[in-house]
């Protein structure tokens, strides 16, 4: 079992760092910093614990002048890159929040998110003076560092995980179209899924907002139009009528379903929470022309309390020609995760086609003895 991510924080990392400091900065107590940094109940300290605590101690062992502390990790943030160092904009977090700082505080975010992601520095600053980060966001986006036009989208995602919420974007995400307009033909990918993470981020709560978005942008450019598809992923999935349509899939008739046939089973159709089954299905499209189609199967799992909540996964999402059989088969493992516990009980299993239920079976599952 891979170990916990927060233990690349140790004495070792620490240490090495403080050594780094301490040669811009002679007048660093690295033993101090290493010591202080790990008192007090830092094994019980997940991932961003530690680094909340790594940048508050940092703050306690560097000149108290904030722009002084700023330039001694200036002096060494060209050796300090990648995941580890996000302590770097944590620290402008946290000892750069004051009015008198802000300047300082977005060289400092802009420098740093291209060493280690500042995405999740930014939003204390949104959410203390959003109209004013917002215009900052708008002048990243003309940035010529990718890093930095990504931090303009990523860091006003209204639900970024392990990122703090902006509610205010939930129930507006208007401030933060301008952006996302400024980046929707960007040339680099890694900005490009932060825009289209951003739009569905916002499908959530305001769907609509984004079909509109969606139907302006489509077919204005090719890095635009993968965009507006992963950006409508979640509505995709919810099969919403307008969403299927834009993006060409069948719709069924009132007189004339998608599937001619279907069928779904599940082997063992008994089995015990840790075990696996294989699902089997088999599908007739109906005849006539071509058609744009998205298979998924669904499972309504059985939750503590004895109600259920269903999950799709994707089987297949292609063009077939009219009258098509499609067979097919998948291998689903019923062990409990980090995100999902499975429960004992009977558990539905649906076969989709565009988000209809053309065809179900049942699978019970026992617990562990």
């Known amino acids: 079992m891979a170990e916990p991510l ?24 690295n033993q101090s910093f290493v010591s202080a940094t790990m008192d007090r109940g830092w094994e019980e300290l997940e991932l961003k614990g530690r680094i909340r605590r790594i940048s508050l101690t940092l703050g306690e062992h560097l000149p108290p ?17 990648g995941f580890p160092y996000l302590f770097f904009p944590d620290f402008v977090e946290v000892h750069g929040q004051e009015t008198e700082h802000w300047e300082l505080s977005m060289q400092a975010l802009e420098r740093f998110t291209g ?25 990243w986006a003309e940035h010529p560092d990718e890093h930095v036009r990504r931090l303009a989208s990523e860091g006003c995602r209204p639900r970024l995980p392990w990122g703090q919420s902006l509610p205010l974007f939930k129930r507006d995400p208007s401030p933060v179209l301008p952006v996302l307009e400024r980046l929707k033909a960007d040339p680099s990918l890694y900005v490009r899924k ?57 719709q069924a008739g009132e007189e004339e379903q998608l599937a001619a046939s279907a069928s779904i089973t599940a082997e063992p159709a008994v089995l015990t929470i840790g075990e696996s089954c294989e699902l089997q ?3 007739g499209i109906r005849d006539g022309a ?14 503590a309390r ?15 020609p009219g009258g098509t059989s499609l067979q097919g088969s998948r291998r689903h493992r019923w062990a409990d995760l980090t995100t999902r516990r499975h429960y004992p009980g009977e558990h539905r299993i649906g076969l989709f086609v565009n988000g209809a239920e053309v065809a179900h079976c049942h699978l019970r599952l026992e617990a562990l003895e």
């Open 194 to 250: 932060s825009v289209a993470n951003n739009l569905n981020d916002i499908a959530k709560d305001h769907p609509g907002l984004v079909i509109e978005t969606a139907r302006r942008w489509l077919g204005t450019d090719t890095h635009t139009d993968w965009i507006v598809r992963h950006g409508c992923r979640t509505l995709i999935r919810r099969a919403v009528p307008e969403v299927l349509e834009l993006f060409g899939y069948a």
């Open 65 to 81: 002048r904030y722009e002084e502390a700023l330039n001694i990790l200036y002096a060494i943030d060209k050796t300090c890159v």
């Open 290 to 303: 071509p058609l744009r189609v998205r298979i998924e199967y669904g499972i309504e799992f059985v939750k």
């Open 281 to 283: 299905y088999e599908l």
């Open 306 to 320: 004895g109600q259920t909540s269903r999950k799709l996964f994707l089987l297949s999402d292609k063009t077939v």
């Open 115 to 139: 060493k280690s992601s500042a995405e999740f520095a930014v939003r204390p600053f949104l959410l203390a003076d959003p109209e004013r980060m917002m215009a900052q966001m708008a002048a």
């Open 6 to 29: 927060k233990t690349i924080y140790n004495e070792k990392f620490l240490h090495e760092f403080g050594e780094k400091v301490q040669a811009a900065y002679p007048d660093f107590d």
